[in-house]
């Protein structure tokens, strides 16, 4: 099934520096675009895809794909992390300075006094994974009191909300409504967090990027063009857990 659709998404004029593919996705009803951290573009189609259509929703997203692409061709390299004292993390917008304390019974990873206290690791890997799990528990929770509210707004019922490690996605939504949010996005203002956690709500209503689900996006949020704005700017700069 998925050659008729290269084969029509090959005849549009995509530019012939991209690398794409297309995937048959059993699970899935409409198209879905991503693109990857490199600019690769994945084109998501169900299996009963009518490759006409499928050719012309691309086309119609075409302008718009392509600022996507080239904004990720052109990112600076990944953020890398020294985890000595005075290290600077971001937390809600607001940044703390790393301090490492001594290991001991009970010591975890937490804010104090302005801080943020790392009891000291075996590795910079082993800390940059304690780390990681403290954006995951503190973004669960703050998460957790926002989600019921911006729910109702959207009008969906979504089964609960988990931040965790989502590779190159900012934001997920599993078939059963859980929401997921990467870690590294608790880094950001809490409007921006916002703006992925509505982003994904509004998918359990409307599959894929297209006027309907921009539409939708603004009737939760009227400054999302802002937001989004905001975002692109914020995104190079998140640390994804890359330590030296």
Not at 168 to 193: C, E, F
């Amino acid at each position: 099934m998925s050659t008729p659709v290269k084969q029509a998404i090959a005849a549009l004029p995509v530019p012939r520096d991209w690398v794409w593919q297309v995937v048959v996705s059993p699970r899935r009803r409409t198209l879905a675009i991503d693109v990857a951290d490199d600019g690769e573009v994945l084109f998501a189609v169900p299996p009963n895809a009518d490759p006409t259509a499928v050719a012309e929703a691309v086309r119609s997203r075409l302008p718009r794909l392509a600022l996507e692409v080239r904004r990720r061709q052109l990112r600076p390299a990944e953020p890398v992390k020294e985890l000595i004292g005075g290290a600077s993390f971001s937390y809600l917008g607001r940044r703390y300075r790393l301090k490492t304390v001594p290991e001991g019974e009970g010591q975890r990873v937490r804010l104090r006094r302005g801080w943020l206290e790392l009891p000291r690791p075996g590795s910079a890997e082993d800390g940059a994974r304690r780390i990681a799990e403290w954006y995951e528990v503190c973004g669960t929770r703050w998460l957790s009191a926002r989600f019921p509210s911006y729910a109702s707004r959207t009008g969906v019922v979504a089964s609960g909300i988990q931040v965790g490690d989502l590779g190159h996605r900012w934001g997920a939504r599993d078939q059963d409504g859980l929401i997921r949010v990467h870690w590294a996005v608790m880094q950001l203002p809490p409007s921006l967090v916002d703006l992925v956690l509505v982003h994904e709500l509004c998918h359990l209503r409307v599959e894929g990027h297209g006027a309907a689900f921009r539409r939708q996006v603004r009737r939760v949020l009227p400054d999302a063009d802002a937001r989004e704005e905001a975002f692109a700017r914020f995104e190079p700069e998140l640390w994804h857990g890359a330590v030296r």
